[in-house]
Structure formats: C-alpha cells, structure tokens
Nanobody, 126 residues
Framework: QVQLVESGGGLVHAGGSLRLSCAAS????????MGWFRHAPGKEREFVAA????????YYADSVKGRFTISRDNAKNTVELQMNSLKPEDTAVYYC???????????????????WGQGTQVIVSS
C-alpha cells in the first residue's frame, strides 16, 4: 500500500520561502514519477513540478520555474519542493502524488497519478 504524507506547509509573507516534504512508503519508487500539484479555492488542481525518481529528470510549470525546485532523497525516501520568492498567488493546498506508469507527454496531468497524499496548506500573505 503506497502512502504519501506531506509536511512543511504554513503561512509566509510574500518573498519568503517554504520547503515541502513528501514521505513515501509502501513501495520501491525507483521507476515512479513523483509530482507536486496544488489546488486553490475556485481553481482547478494545477501541476507544479515533477521528478522521475530513478534519473532525477525534473519538470516545472511555467508559473514556478526559477522559483521552485523539486528533488528527491533516495536514502530518506522523500520528495522535496523548495519554494522561494513566494507570491500570494502560490496560496493553495499542495499535494504530493505518485505515478508508477508515467509518460513524458502526460506527466503534468493529475488524472495520470495513482496515489495522492492528504495535502498541506500554503498561505502566502501580501
């Protein structure tokens, strides 16, 4: 049973930083794609970033490129999202997700991911 548990959300002023962590368990994730998505009130769930666990290739939404960095720690079995230069529009619930059968063409689509965490709230005040 795959389990994903997010942590690290909170309240921060615009321009500040937060680091989200996703603890993954229940499976060997070597061939998985791991993604971060976010869901803000009144908006659809949005792709933020993804990483291929085995090779480390990363993907970013244009809205966060240059500000956010996704990484994984093989020893700890975690996926991290370092968020810098945060803006009020980054306010959302952030979710970690895992896709065991990813493809390059669909890695940004939330419906392709089989496993999800419970989410962690990020609030950026102006």
């Amino acid at each position: 049973q795959v389990q994903l548990v997010e942590s690290g959300g909170g309240l921060v002023h615009a321009g500040g930083s937060l680091r989200l962590s996703c603890a993954a368990s229940g499976r060997t994730f070597g061939s998985y794609a791991m993604g971060w998505f976010r869901h803000a009130p009144g908006k659809e769930r949005e792709f933020v970033a993804a990483i291929i666990w085995s090779g480390g290739t990363t993907y970013y939404a244009d809205s966060v490129k240059g500000r956010f960095t996704i990484s994984r720690d093989n020893a700890k079995n975690t996926v991290e999202l370092q968020m810098n230069s945060l803006k009020p529009e980054d306010t959302a619930v952030y979710y970690c997700a895992a896709d065991p059968s990813w493809e390059y063409s669909t890695i940004r689509y939330p419906e392709e991911y089989d496993y999800w965490g419970q989410g962690t709230q990020v609030i950026v005040s102006s």
